[in-house]
């Protein structure tokens, strides 16, 4: 029975997507809900299973090529995979024996003797017959040993350190020839630089700056870090202290949480705060809704199941929509400061950066400490100046005395 495998429905926002991965070709079997090939929208990657047991009898559309929603993009034939059929081994076994014009089933290669299909394998490999132990009657080498020899070559091949790629003779570059390698933008990269770029031109973006003194709070997570483990089996971390204590800014500066949809402003009762993820396809903010109604541990647990999503790429789009406010870390990478760019229609975003010890005045003596610079863009056309100085200014107090996060002052 012949299936036809089409592309998911698309969400309203979103009109069209490329054909990633095909994870199975023609002919290679498949079981009931195997992926067998991925969809890159803007904003996701969508999976599409195999209907049932069996193979794909046709591919229609290509990997790279451009599919709407719903659309044909192949179809399977449930049952056994006509590939891997009996009779096309057998007649595959015959036909060297034909070509090498051999009146035997066996044929000697120096002191090996193998049959002729593992002959023709080893020679199309160049494979030394000589370093393959038989399995086969009286040690004879089978296409199989063959086959085996050769997975066992490309395996070491490719776990030996590679080299870089202008470096390989094989490249046959032409006396000052550079090598460059063109790779197409992926369709959720190229959305990414769109929405980048229509933000710094549409928004009347800027920056303040500020420092904390994260030593508070790295006491805390080194004296409570075994028993919020044992308790909670997660780890505490930083994103969840800053996370809260933005949740809490947002309360006290409404405009900070507000966006611009055309020419209202809309100030959101709730706080739902993206925390950015880099990815290999591109960089993504899953939203992690309501933090006012969530403690440490359950941010926690948010961020980490996001980041595994994000890495498999299996987020949603519902994962990915909406969100108040967003929080990036550029301090993972190393980054000691940065301007972060707005992620529309947020009218704010704030930049964590990597934390680094410097001496630093209190109170009339020089201390080292564990600092991080902090830094708030924000859309000037909704905030003022003064409440985003104010907001960061609270970011920093709440972070510099955890215990107000608790208490709320």
């Not at 593992?118 to 490999?125: D, I, S, T, W, Y």
């Not at 680094?356 to 020089?366: I, S, Y």
């Amino acid at each position: 029975m012949s299936i036809e495998i089409k592309a998911p429905v698309f969400p309203e926002s979103i009109a069209e997507g490329t054909v990633a991965t095909w994870h199975k070709q023609p002919g290679e079997a498949c079981s009931r809900d195997e992926l067998i090939v991925d969809i890159e929208t803007d904003k996701v990657v969508l999976e599409v299973v195999a209907p049932a047991d069996g193979f794909i009898e046709e591919v229609l559309k290509g990997e790279g090529e451009t599919v709407e929603g719903g659309e044909v993009i192949g179809r399977f034939k449930e049952g056994a995979a006509e590939a891997s059929s009996p009779a096309t081994d057998k007649q595959e076994s015959k036909k060297p024996a034909a070509d090498d014009k051999a009146v035997d089933s066996d044929a000697p290669a120096g002191d090996a003797i193998l049959s002729p299909a593992a002959r023709k394998l080893a020679e199309e490999h160049n494979i030394d017959p000589g370093a393959i132990k038989g399995t086969g009657r009286d040690g004879r080498i089978t296409k199989e040993d063959v086959k085996n020899q050769v997975d066992d070559t490309k395996s070491s091949s490719a776990s030996t350190t590679q080299k870089p790629a202008v470096a390989k003779p094989e490249m046959n570059l032409a006396p000052g020839e550079r090598l460059e390698k063109r790779v197409p933008m992926t369709r959720l990269r190229a959305s990414i630089a769109k929405r980048l770029v229509n933000a710094q031109q549409t928004a009347a973006m800027l920056t303040t700056f500020n420092e904390v003194n994260m030593g508070p709070i790295m006491a805390m997570r080194k004296e409570y870090q075994e028993s919020f483990t044992k308790r909670h089996d997660i780890k505490l971390g930083f994103m969840s202290f800053f996370t809260k204590a933005a949740t809490e800014a947002l309360k006290r500066f409404p405009a900070v949480n507000a966006s611009i949809d055309g020419n209202d402003m809309v100030y959101h009762g709730y706080q739902d705060i993206g925390v950015a993820v880099s990815t290999e396809r591109g960089l993504v903010v899953p939203v992690i809704r309501d933090t006012d109604a969530l403690g440490l541990a359950d941010i926690e647990k948010k961020i980490v199941e996001y980041g595994t999503k994000a890495k498999d790429g299996k987020l949603t789009i519902e994962e990915m929509t909406g969100g108040t406010f967003t929080i990036t870390n550029g301090g993972i990478f190393g980054s000691l400061l940065s301007t972060p760019i707005l992620n529309p229609p947020q009218t704010a975003i704030l930049g964590m950066h990597k934390i680094q010890e410097r001496p630093m005045a209190v109170n009339g003596k020089v201390e080292i400490l564990p600092m991080m610079y902090l830094a708030l863009s924000y859309d000037h056309r909704m905030v003022d100046g003064k409440d985003a100085v104010q907001f960061l200014v609270t970011i920093k107090e709440l972070l510099e005395d955890p215990a107000r996060i608790l208490l709320d002052v």
